[in-house]
Structure formats: structure tokens, C-alpha cells
């Protein structure tokens, strides 16, 4: 049976893929790999948490999300016999913050994750206006279980990536997932990764960043067409 291996977003905890766990056909078996929340581990170590424990002989589909699409990346690089596509819903290949924009993000992420992430914040940047209370809460409780300084590693780390070079070596299928209204990661990175790999399918679905969370059924339904084109 295939297995669909999930690779947490900024976090690393898993924890905010429930609900889009609970929406994927039963037939679908599913492994979260998570990152460590008190230490501040760069890609480079990442990468080997995510060797590690993906499993080694039963076909796997890679579906990972914004800050591990480097690591989706970097994995599938390598040509893994047993990797049969990889999953990207809001990635990149290199940074999508540049300028007045990394500038600002270096600035105000420390000051965010040391406090209880603000519900404007959540709604601006990840899930949108229109996010119930629940999902809102459930961000600030998981950002809340990582030490900020791990976090703010993490951007760092997002700034600074480009696996281009591991994206040339990719021999498997991609899926790019793009989120309409995603305020944090936009079209240009979707193209950029098309530049190197032309026949990546790039499927646009009205949301936020955190698609998954936003809007679990849509996401689901478009992975779950991909993985079945597989067969």
C-alpha cells in the first residue's frame, strides 16, 4: 500500500494536520514525520530527521508543506527507489521573501513568536478573515508548543535556502499546490520551480497559506486525484 509521509510547516509538531488527515480516503496511509521543538536544527539536519524516518521499502508519496518543501525537495533529489511523486502546497526552491519583505519578517518574527501569536496576525499571514475561532486557536496553541527560538531558526533558515540544484535531480512527478490568496508565499515561487521542472503540475485552490488547514476537503480531493494518476 502506498504511504502518504506529511512534512510539517513551520512548527514541525504535525499537530495541524488533523483535520486534513480525518478528510483523506480511507484507503490513503498516512505517516507524519515531526521536527524537534526545543532544538534549532538548519535544513541540513532536518534532512536527516526526514531520512530517517520515511520508510525504506513500501512506496511513498512526499507531501510536505511551506518551510519542508526544501526538504521535499532535497529528499526526492536524491532518487529514493522506493519515492513514487512529491507534494509541495505552498513551497519553494529558494527564499520567497526578498527585500523590504525579508527585511520585515526578520524584524517582526521574533517579536511575534515570543508572545502569544495575535489572532490578527493568524488571520492576516496563514488562514484568512474568514478562519472559525477553532482553527485561529489551534495555530496559536501549536506555535505556542515550539520554543520561539527554534521558530525564529526556522525563518532564518527559510531565508537563505535554494535547492535548486536538488530540484535538477528530482526524476519523480510533482504536484505544486498553490494557495489563491497566500500572503506569505506567491505565484513567483511556483514558476521558479517550473523554470527547472517544466512538467510540474501546478494546481491553484482558493485559500490561504496554511491550505490544509483552511480548506482540508479541496486540498484532499486534488491530492487524492494525483496519488490515484500514480497507480
Known amino acids: 500500500m502506498l504511504k502518504l509521509v506529511l512534512l510539517p510547516g513551520l512548527d514541525g509538531t504535525g ?48 507531501l510536505a ?32 521573501m526578498q527585500g ?12 511575534l513568536f515570543r508572545i502569544k501569536l495575535p489572532e490578527f496576525a493568524a488571520r492576516l499571514w496563514l488562514v484568512g478573515a474568514d ?32 535547492v535548486r540544484t536538488e530540484l535538477k535531480q528530482v526524476t519523480v512527478p510533482i504536484l505544486y499546490i498553490q494557495a489563491k490568496q497566500d500572503r506569505l508565499v506567491n505565484a513567483a515561487s511556483a514558476e521558479k520551480i517550473k523554470q527547472i521542472k517544466p512538467q510540474t503540475e501546478v494546481v491553484t485552490v482558493d485559500g490561504p497559506h496554511l491550505l490544509l488547514q483552511k480548506e482540508p476537503g479541496r486540498a484532499a480531493e486534488v491530492i487524492s486525484q494525483f496519488i490515484q494518476q500514480l497507480a
Open 15 to 62: 499537530d495541524l494536520f488533523r483535520d486534513f488527515v480525518r478528510v483523506l480516503p480511507p484507503a490513503v496511509d498516512v505517516l507524519t514525520i515531526r521536527y524537534p521543538v526545543d532544538r534549532c536544527l538548519p535544513y541540513s539536519e532536518l534532512i536527516d530527521v526526514v531520512r530517517a524516518t520515511c520508510p525504506p521499502s513500501v512506496p511513498i508519496v512526499l
Open 65 to 96: 508543506e511551506s518551510f519542508s518543501t526544501p526538504l521535499a525537495i532535497q529528499y526526492a533529489g536524491t532518487n529514493p527507489a522506493n519515492l513514487k511523486a512529491i507534494v509541495l502546497c505552498a513551497g519553494f526552491a529558494t527564499s520567497p
Open 100 to 111: 523590504l519583505q525579508r527585511l520585515f519578517y526578520s524584524l517582526i518574527t521574533p517579536i
Open 131 to 162: 478562519a472559525p475561532p477553532s482553527l485561529v486557536n489551534a495555530i496559536q496553541t501549536t506555535v505556542a508548543s515550539v520554543q520561539p527560538e527554534v521558530l525564529v531558526a526556522r525563518v532564518r533558515a527559510v531565508f537563505a535556502c535554494d
